[in-house]
């Protein structure tokens, strides 16, 4: 069965280091999605990218980064890792649809904690 | 910029009551607005409307969708347990293929 995996689930880091959560999808879906998850500000979307070499950044993209070498996976990387960055890490995809609605499919989520 | 605002927040009732969750939207150019259950981890699809005034049914949960007033209703009637969960409503613009949600509204059902 297709399916959206996320790594590591848990992660706990500190202050300053770089870190990197990974996201890989068997669904082959162009669109790929992250979001970050927080008490009163529900899913805001950090980066997305509609396929191959495509990134684009969304609401809350300072001091994060993504790339797409493939149409699999879409790993994110915070350069230099803030207290403020702690939050629950959602992945998403969905097919390109030139019509109908864009579903997306969620993967389990990353809980990062920085100290 | 798009913004979703769902109400209540939180919501507490008894196992059988009939809960009604809102979300209103602004939104360029509307596409579509979806529905979402989370309990421990994932989001999981519920429901997507495009239409005014269609009702969405499955089970004890139906939803609607005005885009007049810019609004849409989650209903779930004979509530159980198993309704405890973040519902989260998302709207998508036309042309952006991403979505925007709103805070999300925890609902408790208590036994």
């Known amino acids: 069965d297709a399916e959206i995996t996320q790594s590591p689930r848990h992660k706990i880091t500190e202050t300053g280091r770089q870190v990197t959560l990974a996201c890989h999808q068997t669904?082959?879906?162009?669109?790929m999605f992250w979001y970050r998850q927080d008490l009163g500000h529900g899913l805001r979307l950090i980066h997305y990218?509609?396929?191959?070499?495509?990134?684009n950044k969304g609401e809350v993209s300072d001091g994060y980064s993504v790339s797409r070498s493939n149409t699999e996976d879409l790993p994110l990387t915070l350069e230099s890792a803030a207290s403020s960055q702690t939050s629950v890490y959602f992945c998403?995809?969905?097919?390109?649809?030139?019509?109908?609605?864009?579903?997306?499919?969620f993967g389990a989520g990353s809980r990062l904690t920085v100290l | 910029e798009d913004k979703v605002v769902q109400s209540p927040l939180s919501l507490v009732v008894h196992e059988g009551d009939t809960v009604t969750l809102n979300c209103s939207y602004e939104v360029t150019n509307f596409r579509s607005l979806l529905w979402y259950k989370q309990e421990k981890k994932a989001p999981t699809f519920l429901f997507m409307l495009?239409?005014?005034?269609i009702e969405k049914k499955s089970g004890r949960l139906s939803s609607i969708l005005d885009k007049k007033e810019l609004f849409s209703i989650l209903n779930i009637t004979a509530t159980q347990t198993g309704d405890s969960a973040v519902y989260l409503c998302?709207?998508?613009?036309?042309?952006?293929?991403?979505?925007?949600f709103g805070q999300g509204t925890r609902l408790t059902i208590n036994p």
């Open positions: 669904w082959n879906h162009n669109n």
């Open positions: 990218s509609y396929g191959v070499h495509d990134t």
């Open positions: 998302a709207v998508e613009g036309q042309g952006a293929q991403k979505l925007v």
């Open positions: 495009t239409s005014s005034g």
């Open positions: 998403a995809s969905s097919e390109s649809r030139l019509s109908g609605a864009n579903v997306l499919t």
